[in-house]
């Protein structure tokens, strides 16, 4: 199960105050949850080109937002398991290129979203998401010929909110699980099967069905947070629904995301369920192993930032748990938590050692399968993520309970203690008695980039001010 633009806290069993997910929560109570699982490149491209392929950001090439690049990778997640003889299929957001490559998938019905670059201007015709996408052309064939997700008036990539203004059953996150269960209904029974249900949600436009807004509107929701080292220029200067890298200015219109962005999760979480059912349904529940994860996060006015990209804990940590029926995994140690810090590369190979393929040689990711036998266990001391975003544009490493954060165009510093201060409220760069480990850090970075071809170090010092391109060769390249 993936999602779109999901917080690793706002769930239930995250201990959320306001966010209601009582199927998620089931589900993370029969398996083990990750809880320091991060998206390395946490943008929709860069973070599916890590899921499916299983390579880490340099290796992958997209190493920030760039639509219209060819998707030429040798070996995928869905083709590795469909050549081992799974039946797959993926109902939902893809966001590849071109749109209906189907990177292995036997099978994939269509919701990538509103995508801009595949809706207007020189896009050809079998390339328009008019045509491509299996949500839009269905939309249209039960609405009318004008049906749109722009009805509403709400940006795709803004904090806008209102409700959905059609019948529940007409909403993508209704489809992705219709088009799910549809393929229960018709897989091929004597073949194992891989589905991936890919829901745009939480991702804007914040437009959840009206009764998902009433569970919120008359709350009193815990506000954003705000650190002490933050400052409000940004947030003045672009604090417009076009420009939404910052959230509003108007508390209340923070308030209303907040309401749209939860109804958005708690609809998810419902439709999550009809999948449950379904597969009870089916008696095939007990076989199943479940993974529930997101390509990255939504910063949701924390920091008075909006969306993603940023190396803060809002953006790129995600939730992520392996949960399996009883007929399989016998040794997951159910009920726990695994602090080992997890990425998204690391479902593939998780996947194929799941189901008993080999790993190929290009995946980087490591398989998450034996930490749910040894959830205690520590496969990887430190992470590198980064993501090129113009001014914003960033490396960081983050531990199981630090993080240290540099911005590749100004050279800004960052250094907040995660294990004391989870939301980044305190800069500690310039504490005193932080400066060894500050160091020890910086120079996890400096390794990590010493042979990128952007040139952000000669190998004892970080170099600020290199272009950085949203795509490495790589790529493009097989």
Not at 109 to 114: C, I, M, N, R, T
Not at 190 to 211: T, V
Request: hydrophobic share 30%; glycine share 6%.
């Amino acid at each position: 199960i993936m999602t779109d633009q999901f917080r690793a806290d706002c769930l239930g069993y995250a201990g959320h105050p306001d966010v209601k997910t009582p199927y998620l929560d089931t589900l993370a109570s029969q398996g083990v949850v990750f809880d320091r699982a991060y998206s390395a490149c946490p943008s929709c491209i860069a973070a599916r080109a890590a899921l499916h392929t299983g390579r880490e950001q340099s290796r992958h090439g997209r190493v920030g937002y760039e639509d219209g690049l060819p998707w030429n990778y040798a070996h995928t997640m869905a083709q590795e398991l469909s050549d081992a003889g799974y039946h797959t299929h993926c109902a939902g957001k893809m966001h590849v290129h071109p749109l209906r490559n189907y990177l292995g998938f036997h099978s994939v019905d269509l919701h990538d979203g509103y995508l801009h670059c595949a809706r207007y201007g020189s896009v050809p015709y079998r390339e328009s998401q008019f045509t491509a996408d299996d949500y839009f052309h269905w939309l249209r064939q039960e609405l009318g010929a004008d049906a749109d997700v722009t009805e509403t008036g709400l940006d795709c990539n803004g904090w806008v909110a209102r409700p959905w203004p059609h019948e529940e059953k007409y909403h993508p996150t209704n489809w992705v699980t219709d088009q799910s269960l549809d393929f229960l209904r018709r897989r091929d029974p004597g073949r194992p099967f891989f589905l991936m249900a890919s829901y745009l949600k939480p991702h804007p436009p914040f437009d959840a069905p009206p009764c998902y807004f009433d569970l919120y509107s008359p709350r009193q929701l815990r506000p954003p947070f705000t650190g002490s080292w933050e400052t409000e220029e940004y947030l003045k200067r672009n604090g417009r629904v076009f420009n939404s890298r910052t959230g509003p200015i108007d508390p209340e219109l923070i308030r209303q995301a907040q309401i749209g962005y939860y109804a958005c999760i708690t609809h998810l979480d419902h439709q999550i369920g009809r999948l449950i059912m379904a597969l009870i349904e089916h008696e095939i529940y007990d076989d199943t192993v479940i993974v529930f994860t997101s390509d990255h996060g939504e910063e949701l006015c924390d920091h008075h930032l909006f969306r993603k990209s940023m190396p803060y804990e809002g953006s790129c940590h995600i939730p992520l748990f392996i949960s399996a029926g009883k007929n399989v995994l016998p040794h997951m140690k159910t009920g726990t938590v695994c602090h080992s810090v997890a990425e998204l590369r690391d479902i593939m190979p998780t996947l194929l050692d799941i189901a008993g393929v080999a790993i190929p040689d290009s995946v980087d990711g490591q398989s998450l399968l034996p930490l749910t036998a040894s959830p205690e266990t520590k496969q990887r001391v430190w992470l590198h993520g980064g993501h090129s975003y113009d001014d914003f544009s960033n490396h960081w490493i983050v531990t199981e309970k630090d993080k240290y954060i540099w911005y590749s165009q100004t050279g800004r510093e960052q250094y907040f203690d995660l294990a004391s201060d989870p939301h980044e409220l305190s800069d500690l760069i310039f504490d005193p008695a932080r400066q060894d480990r500050i160091r020890e850090l910086r120079s996890c970075l400096i390794s990590s980039l010493l042979d990128r071809p952007e040139g952000f170090t000669d190998g004892t010092r970080l170099i600020p001010g290199r272009d950085y391109p949203p795509s490495l060769p790589s790529a493009v390249m097989p």
